[in-house]
T-cell receptor, first 115, second 112 residues
């Protein structure tokens, strides 16, 4: 079974700084999807970024980018020029592309952006 | 375009009571999902429906039943609520299984 591990339960940075959230996963599959979701205090789950495993190019979405290392099974999220509104729980998630697909989540990283 | 909607937002039940959580999506998605989120944990899949007319168990299905009423609606039923089912429940949908999932706002359930 796939597992997703986020080793940083909490992080805190100053506004405008760059921060990187770590995620590792375990799978024997070669084709899959990886996601970062943001959950602000409102509890709404918001998609931040998505990466398809067959694509070598790292996904980017404005201030958010990923460092996808397939061989190392690592998928970190970089937030540049952090803003107060980035304060949230961040979840890394894995989705298989075969069999009984389901989204497997990590335990989350609580990120606080300080003014 | 409301996306994924869930009702109710909050519910208190007594042990042994039953209730149904409702979910609807207006994105014409084929696949729908129910998750629960407990403190300090990520979301765990309860049941999913890959397409209209099909449902399958996820990671934590015990104590729950689901109905895919039509393409838009996917309900989750607790037949006899237990305190261990106190949680926040999220519904999600995607165009197909494996594609990006879009989440509803969640239902907070407290079982006393």
């Amino acid at each position: 079974a796939q597992t997703v591990t986020q080793s940083q339960p909490e992080m805190s940075v100053q506004e405008a700084e760059t921060v990187t959230l770590s995620c590792t996963y375990d799978t024997s599959e070669s084709n899959y999807y990886l996601f970062w979701y943001k959950q602000p205090p409102s509890r709404q789950m918001i998609l931040v970024i998505r990466q398809e495993a067959y694509k070598q190019q790292n996904a980017t979405e404005n201030r958010f980018s990923v460092n996808f290392q397939k061989a190392a099974k690592s998928f970190s999220l970089k937030i540049s020029d952090s803003q107060l509104g980035d304060t949230a729980m961040y979840f890394c998630a894995f989705n298989s592309n075969q069999g009984a697909q389901k989204l497997v989540f990590g335990q989350g990283t609580r990120l606080t952006i300080n003014p | 375009n409301a996306g994924v909607t869930q009702t109710p937002k909050f519910q208190v039940l007594k042990t042994g009571q039953s209730m149904t959580l409702q979910c609807a999506q207006d994105m014409n998605h084929n696949s729908m999902y129910w998750y629960r989120q407990d403190p300090g944990m990520g979301l765990r899949l309860i049941y999913y429906s890959a397409s209209e007319g099909t449902t399958d168990k996820g990671e934590v299905p015990n104590g729950y039943n689901v109905s895919r009423l039509n393409k838009r609606e996917f309900s989750l039923r607790l037949e006899s609520a237990a305190p261990s089912q106190t949680s926040v429940y999220f519904c999600a949908s995607s165009e197909y299984v494996g594609e990006t999932q879009y989440f509803g706002p969640g239902t907070r359930l407290l079982v006393l």
